[in-house]
């Protein structure tokens, strides 16, 4: 029972300090809930795609283009790139459905251990495989980024709105 509690402290820890600190910053320093909102969401969604290596990458050009917040793409880019091990597979799968054609038995261990061969040879063998995954990320994200946005806006506003009631609470005492 001891090793369940102090991994729910652990997990506890890193989300407040990795995760909810930085917001909280961000809201302090003046961005409002909606910028924060496209960043962080569209960050989730880079940061869960299958492009492997590459996230880092999109979210810097994501967000230079739409003139999003560099620090918040990137922290909850790093936040859900854990997902992608999850991910990779169904969003393959997908994009062979898309595609018309057939992903017969694909594992993470198996694109890991073609990777492990030889990276070009891997790269070569799963390349058609990540693009057709890639395609069903990007339709999943097109569809996924408005709602999140939302959510996370609300989430955000209140947010914003518990610390200022906290910040009065603290002046007029």
């Given amino acids: 029972m001891g090793i369940l509690k102090d991994i729910r402290l ?27 909102a496209w960043s962080v969401g569209v960050g989730m969604l880079v940061g869960s795609s299958p492009m492997l290596g590459l996230c880092t990458w999109i979210c810097i050009i994501i967000a230079s283009i739409f003139k999003l917040n560099q620090f918040a793409i990137q922290a909850a880019n790093y936040a859900v790139s854990p997902l992608q091990a999850f991910l990779i597979i169904p969003y393959i799968q997908l994009g062979t459905f898309i595609f018309g054609l057939e992903s017969k038995g694909i594992t993470l261990e198996k694109i890991q251990a073609a990777i492990d ?43 914003l709105k518990r610390m200022n009631h906290l910040n009065q609470t603290e002046v007029t005492e």
């Fill in 117 to 159: 061969e030889s990276l070009f040879k891997g790269l070569e063998e799963i390349g058609l495989l990540m693009l057709q995954g890639a395609t069903a990320w990007l339709l999943v994200s097109l569809i996924v980024v408005v709602p999140l946005q939302k959510i996370l806006q609300i989430a955000f506003k209140r947010m």
């Fill in 10 to 36: 652990s997990v506890k820890h890193q989300v407040t300090h990795r995760i909810l600190v930085p917001i909280r910053t961000l809201l302090r320093q003046g961005m409002t809930p909606n910028e924060l």
